[in-house]
T-cell receptor, first 111, second 111 residues
Framework: GEDVEQSLFLSVREGDSSVINCTYT??????LYWYKQEPGAGLQLLTY?????DMKQDQRLTVLLNKKDKHLSLRIADTQTGDSAIYFC???????????FGTGTRLKVLA | NAGVTQTPKFRVLKTGQSMTLLCAQD?????MYWYRQDPGMGLRLIHY???????AKGEVPDGYNVSRLKKQNFLLGLESAAPSQTSVYFC??????????FGQGTRLTVV
């Protein structure tokens, strides 16, 4: 079945690294995404990775993909208070038009 | 460039009332989606559309109807609102090979 799982909460201290994890079930997914949702707002795309990649780095963000274990992670280096938000991982289901979202991880950054 | 616009942003309904949520996108996307977001449950797909004049059921379609009479608009209707439909509703649009673009959300309370 289609299911994307994330832990619900993560708390880190300002300046530390944050690692948000996600597991997905559709091994044929072509794209995997990370979205950020700030309070009272919609979801904004943070970064994405193609399924034929193992890693993608974009400034403070590092995405790691382990296709064997169907595991996706997002690392935020030097986490700031402005990074406090809900982070969703999502997969694009191959052969369909559907995006499947995880439950979201609420990141709280402590000053 | 407005992207995806949802109206209204907030609404309070009494049980049994009806309403329509409007989603408009200006990116000429073929695919449009309606999700609901509830605490701890992430985003759940209500209905989606793969083109003008087409609609399909998602994960939680009961109690909702949709229409896509124009490519740029996707309407979500509640014929007889129930308290269980209290939620935040998000519209999104996309294309093959792109991420989903989200509106800012509609916060609906049914009393």
């Amino acid at each position: 079945g289609e299911d994307v799982e994330q832990s619900l909460f993560l708390s880190v201290r300002e300046g530390d690294s944050s690692v948000i994890n996600c597991t997905y079930t559709d091994s044929s997914s072509t794209y995997l995404y990370w979205y950020k949702q700030e309070p009272g707002a919609g979801l904004q795309l943070l970064t994405y990775i193609f399924s034929n990649m193992d890693m993608k780095q974009d400034q403070r963000l590092t995405v790691l993909l382990n296709k064997k274990d169907k595991h996706l992670s997002l690392r935020i280096a030097d986490t700031q208070t402005g990074d406090s938000a809900i982070y969703f991982c999502a997969e694009k289901v191959s052969g369909t038009y559907k995006y499947i979202f995880g439950t979201g991880t609420r990141l709280k950054v402590l000053a | 460039n407005a992207g995806v616009t949802q109206t209204p942003k907030f609404r309070v309904l009494k049980t049994g009332q009806s309403m329509t949520l409007l989603c408009a996108q200006d990116m000429n996307h073929e695919y449009m989606y309606w999700y609901r977001q509830d605490p701890g449950m992430g985003l759940r797909l209500i209905h989606y559309s793969v083109g003008e004049g087409t609609t399909a059921k998602g994960e939680v379609p009961d109690g909702y109807n949709v229409s896509r009479l124009k490519k740029q608009n996707f309407l979500l209707g509640l014929e007889s609102a129930a308290p269980s439909q209290t939620s935040v509703y998000f519209c999104a649009s996309g294309e093959v090979g792109t991420e989903a673009f989200f509106g800012q959300g509609t916060r609906l309370t049914v009393v």
